[in-house]
């Protein structure tokens, strides 16, 4: 059983950046559409970002601008570039990636467990 593993947040000064990452593991034989979530205190889970296989991106409004999502479909992983951070920014940023384990398996949802974005102003 595979998993998303994030790693990069951390606690910065509004304006400055931020680069996570995330690899996917375990036995994989295709990796479709991977993308970015947060979820602020007390709030929903929100849509970041999101890039297919063959590199089309699209984002959220909020972000749209500051942020660039890409992937290394050869190391199964993505990254957010966050640049001009702000404290609305502050969230867990979660990475989720659609994967399909073995020929003529299911693609299956898997989610990240999370990390932390802190940006203080």
């Not at 996917?24 to 889970?45: C, E, H, L, T």
Request: charged fraction near 20%; charge should be neutral.
């Amino acid at each position: 059983q595979g998993q998303l593993v994030e790693s990069g947040g951390g606690l910065v000064q509004a304006g400055e950046s931020l680069r996570l990452s995330c690899l996917a593991s375990g036995d994989i034989f295709r990796v479709n559409a991977m993308g970015w979530y947060r979820q602020a205190p007390g709030k929903q889970r929100d849509f970041v970002a999101r890039i297919t296989s063959d590199g089309r991106a699209n984002y959220a409004d909020s972000v749209k601008d500051r942020f660039t999502i890409s992937r290394d479909n050869a190391e199964n992983s993505v990254y957010l570039q966050m640049n001009s951070l702000k404290p609305e920014d502050t969230a867990d940023y979660y990475c989720n990636a659609n994967i399909i384990r073995a020929v003529g398996g299911d693609p299956r949802e898997y989610w990240g467990q999370g990390t932390q974005v802190t940006v203080s102003s």
